[in-house]
């Protein structure tokens, strides 16, 4: 079953001088399927060519080579407010931008005092939009989007714009959306967007999909190629004296495809793996966690180790680490007696890619990604009246 | 490639595909498509004619005001002074009745060039035919014809011109001059989005455009025998149908109207072609 077919694309754009044109290719070789209901979110550095997918799926323009093919109504959200005209009021508006987003009149007329209503501009109906504040004019631009119904939603990074109130409505309204059973491609910059939103993924990059599939795996890779690339300059650069050094770390438990993307909630072991080049007593091994603008997390150091020649796995098991998703990097160290063996930030940076669970949005997700329960009871009087073992209990 | 219907969605109704490709013909007539959108062409027609006379003080009635004054300036000048012949037309109604379909024209002409540079934005964001705009600028100035068409009836009255039989080709004529509204309209929007440089033109083609078409003379004094190229003007074919068809003076234009009919197809069908092959990157060049 599929909803929505495509196999493309190479869309060529014109730069510069008209008299001169200079082509490169915007798109090249990218080639995937959407099936019906699936969110997708695009993802991809700026200039990679994620916009220029969404204008050729929406026939804004048309592919130079290759082929796309679409079984469905699609609506594009490119941006909010297209089509408004400063001169007409509110309610013409409203049927004017409707009607070029591809909502038919009679559809329009239907929806009109939902949308009304979800912008909350009812007393300035009649007034030219010239007069609305621009926070009113994002309201109805976006209450306008937010109706329209196609079996296919193409959404750039519209939620980017307005206040914390108005993205905090549109976040809860995609939401809405994506639960209708509607396909959706969704351009953001923002990974806990794409996590809360999408299943799958496609990471753009420089015109080509650098990497497609599960959200998780997608926004992972995304995310670890912002991190610092392992130079073996600065491998080699470390304090310590080299004797004795760190080799490798990975997620040992539980098992993931990619043994640095930490994706669950349970209890997770961390292995370092150390070379050992002379026989060590009482060995200090420092480790620490660090978010991505390197505040601490986590730290802790086991002393009086005992570590002959040869290949050492240290291992810490921890219950649970439920952190925020994102980058972040270990630091592991090894001394002995005010000595420093060796001190690595370990590569490559840990992901946390698991799913998040606290405030849906962005400002207020802290530190923690910890899974929550809630349980509401009543209580009345009478009974508290009842139970006097609450106010003073255990009097024997 | 695979683009069977799985029993998975027995309820979903089988959707019909669409196929974006590089290949368009841009040699077919988009009418279905067109119609698609005729919700689309109508909000269009209905924004220009909104905000046409938004924030002015006498509104449509520059509709009227704009080619009476006109007619007032020719009559006395062209007429009054310079002695045109005006085929025993009274000189307001020989003018008045050029007017209606030149000043049509000149607004609509202007309008349908400038739309695809004035809707840049939308056409930047979201899909729909291009040719809506262009079309719904050329439909869109059929409203201030109507108002000032008024004002023709009104001096019909006055001067004691009835309708004759002849008047039932006017809807033909006045379908002429939309035509070529049209028809030159989409090669100057296409050439406009590509090189800003026919906006400078345009003001200078349509005076020029206005002294070769029986506007403020008969097109009777053009020698015979050159009066087949003057045909190729469709203006010309428009502007004689106009006077002929609403005063009932003179004889029908019909060698010339042929010719002028021709030359629309020719333009229409040329722009349509055009405008069509610049449609695919208008989004990206404009």
Known sequence: ?396 | MNTSVTPESPTLPVLPTLRIAPAIRWWALPLPELWSYRELLYFFVWRDVKIRYKQTVIGAAWAVLQPFLTMLVFSLFFGKLAHVPSQGLPYPVFYYSALLPWMYFSAALQNATNTIVENQRVITKVYFPRLALPLSSVLSGLVDFGVSFLMFAAMGFYYGIRPTVAAIWFPAFLLLAVLTALGVGLWLSALNALYRDVRYVLPFLVQFWMFASPVVYPSSLVPTKWRWLYGLNPMAGVIDGFRWSLTGHGDPPGRLVCISVAAVLLILLGGLAYFQRMETTVADVV
Not at chain 1, 37 to 42: C, D, Q, R, S, Y
Not at chain 1, 54 to 67: H, M, N, W
Not at chain 1, 287 to 308: P, Y
Not at chain 1, 317 to 322: C, D, F, G, R
């Open chain 1, 1 to 396: 079953m599929r909803d929505v077919f495509m196999r493309l694309l190479k869309a060529p754009f014109l730069r510069g001088e008209p008299r001169a044109p200079e082509h490169f290719w915007a798109l090249r070789d990218v080639s995937f399927d959407v099936q019906q209901g699936e969110v997708v979110g695009l993802i991809g550095r700026n200039g990679a060519g994620k916009t220029t997918l969404l204008k050729l799926l929406s026939r804004i323009t048309r592919p130079t080579e290759g082929y796309i093919e679409i079984r469905g109504r699609v609506g594009s959200l490119l941006e909010v407010g297209t089509g408004f005209h400063p001169e007409l009021t509110g309610r013409e508006n409203i049927y004017l931008s409707g009607a070029i987003l591809g909502m038919s009149r009679r559809e329009i007329g239907n929806k009109h005092d939902a949308i009304v209503a979800f912008a909350g501009v009812e007393r300035f109906l009649d007034t030219p939009l010239k007069h609305y504040s621009s926070g009113m004019q994002m309201r109805l631009a976006f209450a306008v989007a937010a109706h329209l119904e196609p079996e296919i939603l193409l959404v750039d990074e519209v939620l980017a714009v307005g206040d914390l109130e108005f993205q905090k409505r549109c976040l809860g309204k995609m939401d809405e959306v994506t639960k209708t059973g509607r396909t959706i491609l969704f351009v953001s910059h923002q990974m806990n967007q794409i996590r809360r939103l999408c299943r799958r993924c496609i990471w753009i990059d420089d015109g080509r999909i650098r990497c497609a599939g599960s959200m998780l795996e997608v926004v992972s890779a995304y995310e670890a190629s912002f991190s610092t690339p392992p130079s073996s300059a600065e491998y080699h650069r470390r304090e310590g004296t080299r004797s004795t050094r760190f080799l490798s770390w990975r997620i040992a438990e539980p098992y993931t495809e990619e043994s640095n993307v930490l994706d669950s909630f349970g209890s997770v072991t961390f292995e370092f793996v150390l070379g050992v080049n002379v026989d060590i007593r009482g060995g200090v091994n420092g480790i620490a966690l660090f978010n991505s603008d390197h505040q601490l997390i986590w730290a802790t150091s086991v002393s009086r180790l005992e570590l002959s020649k040869g290949l050492h796995a240290l291992r810490f098991k921890l219950p649970s680490l439920p952190l925020r998703p994102g980058v972040y990097h270990w630091q592991v160290s090894i001394w002995e007696g005010g000595h420093c063996f060796d001190q690595w930030t370990c590569v490559p940076d840990m992901i946390v890619g698991t799913k998040p669970v606290t405030h849906p949005h962005e400002e207020w997700q802290g530190l923690l990604n910890l899974p929550w329960e809630f349980r509401m009871e009543r209580q009345n009087r009478s009974e508290r009246g009842q139970e006097p073992s609450l106010v003073n209990p255990q009097v024997d």
